[in-house]
Every structure is written in structure tokens, then in C-alpha cells.
T-cell receptor, first 109, second 112 residues
Framework: DAKTTQPNSMESNEEEPVHLPCNHS???????IHWYRQLPSQGPEYVIH???SNVNNRMASLAIAEDRKSSTLILHRATLRDAAVYYC??????????FGTGTSLTVIP | DAGVIQSPRHEVTEMGQEVTLRCKPI?????LFWYRQTMMRGLELLIY????????DSGMPEDRFSAKMPNASFSTLKIQPSEPRDSAVYFC??????????FGDGTRLSIL
């Protein structure tokens, strides 16, 4: 299984930026880095993904280290609705995902 | 635009009974995935299909579990006989080729 390591939990104040780190030292050259989040009582929801270059979309930004052994999901202004478990995942060939334990994000009003 | 549809949303049944979970993927998607989520083990990939063909079922816990995809718009995950340790939330997801996966809202299964 492709391994990723994330902190178990993080806190952020509302309307402040949040940087969620992920280590994936065993990443191979063809693995894409995906981020999903799971709100309470819902299925996981796609956030962003990338291969080598930094990526931006309407939800977040993804910063990928030059050696690709780590990445950071950036939420530019955390809201209460961003409280969720965030999963960093390496997508292997065949579109297989292996979810780790994720980071539980608490947003403080 | 309908997402992935799972049924039932909740299922409570007695140990030993057969359980069938259903999934309708997003139209046009060629990959379908079944996951199980528990507090102890987190989210686990059970099996996935490509163009209705099972590709990898190495995550299926044992022979009591089986999954089928008779056509591009329907899949089932069956547990027979069910046991209390099968209690979990089961998610179905679909994707188009190597694009992001879209998850359903899950089926919360309780085996008494």
C-alpha cells in the first residue's frame, strides 16, 4: 500500500489560512497526490490533486515539494464548514486509492 | 446532475441474514469502487471494477462478501451470512478513467 503520514488533528481559527501537511516518502514517479475531505455523516469529497506542480482550484491550493516526498493542502480562509477529516492519498495505477487515517480539522469561531 | 446513489441509507438486520447493498454510479463513469469504513480500520477499499469487470478484489474480507456489476449503471455488494463484525458504513464511488472519485452518501449497516 502507498503510505502517507498526516497529523491526527489540527486546529485553526475561522477566516485564517490552514496548512495541512502530508508526508509520502515512498511515492513513485507515476503516483498522483490526491486530497479528499469527509464531513460528518457524509462520503469523502474530492478537494484537489496534482503530480509535480503546485495546483489551485476554488476550494484550495496544493503545494508539492520538489522531491515530491511531501505536500501541503492550503485552505486560504478557513470557515466552520471546512471542519472535516482531510485525507492525503496516493493514486496508484488502476485508480486505486488507499486512505490513511487523515487529519481531523477543527475550526474555532 | 445526479451523483452516486446508494441504497438503502440504513440497514439493520440480524446476524446470519443476507444483506444486499446497491449502488448506481454516475452515468458514463467506467470505474466503480466499494469501500468500508469503521472506527478501528478507517476507510478500506474492498473491490473495484473497470468497465463492469472486477479488477482487484484483494480487499474483500472473506468469502461471505461478494460484489457484482451486471451493467454499467448498477452494482451490488452482498454479505451472506452477515455477522456483527460486518457492521460499518459502506461507500460506493465512481470515476471516469483516472479522474477524481465521486462518493455516495454510504449505507450504514448494523448487524445485531
Amino acid at each position: 500500500d502507498a503510505k502517507t503520514t498526516q497529523p491526527n488533528s489540527m486546529e485553526s481559527n475561522e477566516e485564517e489560512p490552514v496548512h495541512l501537511p502530508c508526508n509520502h516518502s515512498t511515492i513513485s514517479g507515476t503516483d498522483y497526490i490526491h486530497w479528499y475531505r469527509q464531513l460528518p455523516s457524509q462520503g469523502p469529497e474530492y478537494v484537489i490533486h496534482g503530480l509535480t506542480s503546485n495546483v489551485n482550484n476554488r476550494m484550495a491550493s496544493l503545494a508539492i515539494a520538489e522531491d515530491r516526498k511531501s505536500s501541503t493542502l492550503i485552505l486560504h480562509r478557513a470557515t466552520l464548514r471546512d471542519a472535516a477529516v482531510y485525507y492525503c492519498i496516493l493514486r496508484k495505477t488502476g485508480n486505486q486509492f488507499y486512505f490513511g487515517t487523515g487529519t481531523s480539522l477543527t475550526v474555532i469561531p | 446532475d445526479a451523483g452516486v446513489i446508494q441504497s438503502p441509507r440504513h440497514e439493520v438486520t440480524e446476524m446470519g441474514q443476507e444483506v444486499t447493498l446497491r449502488c448506481k454510479p454516475i452515468s458514463g463513469h467506467d470505474y466503480l469502487f466499494w469501500y468500508r469504513q469503521t472506527m478501528m480500520r478507517g476507510l478500506e477499499l474492498l473491490i473495484y471494477f473497470n468497465n463492469n469487470v472486477p479488477i482487484d478484489d484483494s480487499g474483500m474480507p472473506e468469502d461471505r462478501f461478494s460484489a457484482k456489476m451486471p451493467n454499467a449503471s448498477f452494482s451490488t455488494l452482498k454479505i451472506q451470512p452477515s455477522e456483527p463484525r460486518d457492521s460499518a458504513v459502506y461507500f460506493c464511488a465512481s470515476s471516469l478513467s483516472n479522474q477524481p472519485q465521486h462518493f455516495g452518501d454510504g449505507t450504514r449497516l448494523s448487524i445485531l
